[in-house]
């Protein structure tokens, strides 16, 4: 594909819902990262899926939050009871290999608003 | 635990002025770092990518350095435009979990 692509676009929902963000990764590319962006913070790490290894969930916040991939491709992450301080941008991001030289490439991120 | 800081948080400069964005780590123990271009409601555009083994990398107007002992890099804008303004991040990749470390970003105005 010509990059990553992320739907939807933007998100408002109502505190208590759930909601599930679309990440389609760089065809070929075997790494693929999530992470959050809140305002007036950086980059914030959630989660990680590198072929078919177990994902590395070390950077979820709490036990509201999971995510999948299927296929090695596409991911979704998905928010339980959403609370107002879940709302940020959700940016996903596809590398061809997981160390050392590779670039990741983002997509243009999710805006989730949570009301 | 990594933490990254760029300094300042925001920077204004005329048109056409040189300019260097600051950025530091406190591990030295990274495999390579990157700068990132950010525009207001989009993703994340990689500008350079300098591996723990190199010292600098240049991409048109842009050069990087890294000086990884004492855990800094500076991305150097030459003859900055207009379009230069946005947010631009720093990142380290340490290979622990994977994961970059961000910076929270200078947010850089160009005035015409």
């Known amino acids: 594909g010509a990059g990553v692509s992320q739907s939807p676009s933007n998100k408002v929902t109502e505190k208590g819902k759930d909601v599930e963000l679309r990440c389609d990764p760089i065809?070929?590319?075997?790494?693929l990262y999530w992470y959050r962006q809140s305002l007036g913070q950086g980059l914030e790490f959630l989660i990680y899926?590198?072929?078919?290894?177990?994902?590395?969930k070390s950077g979820l916040p709490s036990d509201r939050f999971s995510a999948e991939r299927t296929g090695g491709s596409v991911s979704t992450l998905t928010i339980q009871r959403t609370q107002q301080e879940d709302s940020a941008v959700y940016l996903c991001?596809?590398?061809?290999?997981?160390?050392?030289?590779?670039?990741?490439?983002f997509g243009p991120g999710t805006r989730l608003l949570v009301l | 635990k990594q933490e990254v800081t760029q300094i300042p948080a925001a920077l204004s400069v005329p048109e056409g002025e040189n300019l260097v964005l600051n950025c530091s780590f406190t591990?030295?123990?990274?495999?390579?770092l990157q700068w990132f271009r950010q525009d207001p409601g989009k993703g994340l555009t990689s500008l350079l990518l300098?591996?723990?083994?190199?010292r600098e990398q240049t991409s048109g107007r842009l050069n990087a350095s890294l000086d990884k002992s004492s855990g800094r890099s500076t991305l150097y804008i030459a003859a900055s435009q207009p379009g230069d303004s946005a947010t631009y991040l720093c990142?380290?990749?340490?290979?622990?979990?994977?994961?970059?470390?961000f910076g929270k970003g200078i947010t850089l105005s160009v005035r015409p």
């Open positions: 591990d030295s123990a990274i495999y390579n």
């Open positions: 899926f590198q072929g078919n290894s177990a994902p590395d």
């Open positions: 300098i591996q723990s083994s190199q």
């Open positions: 991001a596809s590398s061809l290999r997981d160390l050392f030289v590779e670039t990741q490439y």
């Open positions: 990142a380290v990749f340490t290979g622990a979990n994977s994961k970059l470390t």
């Open positions: 065809s070929g590319h075997t790494a």
